[in-house]
């Protein structure tokens, strides 16, 4: 009984996946511009600091960003407060139905200090991030995008410097509504 209720499963899973491609397929290449995006994404160094984002595409081949996270006692850092503010440039590289492949740099200020209340200083900095990812859509929902991201990036606060790699799961990729 498991097996044929997995099978079934499987068998309406791939029905879907093929019934999206025909759809990408009949389409063109994602063309995003002068549209604004609006949505949130997981861009900062210190701790686990989700943002609200902005994007503006001025042409179909470049992108402008903007987020803002703020946390006043995050639980994962101890209670630090954590704070960031950042922008980015974005070149798309090629497009495909649905899908476009950029790459792309940031630069972001950091903070992370005592929550409310609490006794320590405040550790300020920048992030610098070279990156590139997909950005891609589901048929019938076209002006909803997932934005994934890959890259290096140097984080320097007074504690020290950090170099990091860049890679964002489904479960903490951007997404954006564009208008």
């Not at 499963?9 to 019934?19: A, E, N, R, Y």
């Not at 997909?134 to 950090?162: H, K």
């Amino acid at each position: 009984m498991k097996f044929l209720a997995t099978s079934i499963l499987f068998c309406l899973l791939m029905t879907s996946f093929q019934g999206a491609h025909a759809a990408m397929a009949s389409s063109g290449s994602k063309d995003l511009s002068n549209r604004l995006g609006v949505g949130y994404s997981n861009d900062f160094s210190v701790a686990n600091l989700p943002s609200v984002s902005v994007k503006f595409y001025p042409s179909s081949d470049w992108a402008l960003s903007a987020a803002l996270g703020i946390d006043t006692q995050s639980a994962p850092t101890n209670g630090n407060s954590n704070f960031g503010l950042g922008a980015k440039v974005y070149k798309t590289i090629f497009t495909e139905s649905m899908l476009n492949f950029f790459m792309g740099a940031g630069v972001s200020l950091v903070s992370q200090g005592p929550a409310s209340g609490s006794m320590g200083s405040t550790n300020s900095g920048f992030d610098i991030n070279a990156f590139g990812g997909v950005e891609f859509f589901i048929p019938g929902l076209e002006n909803l995008g997932f934005d994934f991201i890959f890259g290096a990036g140097v984080t320097s606060l007074p504690t020290g410097v950090r170099f990091r790699t860049l890679g964002e799961s489904p479960l903490n990729a951007g997404m954006f509504f564009y208008f």
